[in-house]
């Protein structure tokens, strides 16, 4: 599945975790939640994967909106405030640099 947001900002993906959160998405919110939870405990100690998080966390805000899904808009919200929050207060130096360079 093609995360065209990132084509269109010139970021190549080095996760799946676009595809990983569209295959969640026609699960419903549980599916949602549980794959952020895997994917948040497997891979919060990586700075570049973090910040992919955040970022497809952030897109799916946006895509889920524009679709008029409520739901679904305020559970990524909801997630994503919590992984931003958790990059910004333990990303030091150059990782919290490329975490900022790159979700700008």
């Given at each position: 599945?093609?995360?065209?947001?990132?084509?269109?900002?010139?970021?190549?993906?080095i996760?799946?975790?676009?595809?990983?959160?569209?295959?969640?998405?026609?699960?419903?919110?549980?599916?949602?939640?549980?794959?952020?939870?895997?994917?948040?405990?497997?891979?919060?100690?990586?700075?570049?994967?973090?910040?992919?998080?955040?970022?497809?966390?952030?897109?799916?805000?946006w895509?889920?909106?524009?679709?008029?899904?409520?739901?679904?808009?305020?559970?990524?919200n909801?997630?994503?405030?919590?992984?931003?929050?958790?990059a910004?207060?333990?990303?030091?130096?150059?990782?919290?640099?490329?975490?900022?360079?790159v979700?700008?």
């Open positions: 599945m093609a995360w065209a947001v990132a084509e269109a900002i010139g970021y190549t993906p996760t799946t975790f676009w595809d990983d959160f569209t295959i969640a998405d026609h699960f419903g919110t549980d599916a949602i939640q549980d794959t952020y939870n895997r994917a948040f405990k497997a891979w919060k100690g990586d700075y570049k994967y973090l910040t992919e998080l955040v970022m497809v966390l952030n897109h799916k805000i895509q889920h909106y524009r679709a008029n899904n409520t739901i679904y808009s305020e559970l990524y909801k997630l994503w405030k919590k992984a931003d929050s958790y910004m207060d333990n990303l030091k130096d150059d990782e919290l640099r490329y975490f900022l360079r979700t700008d």
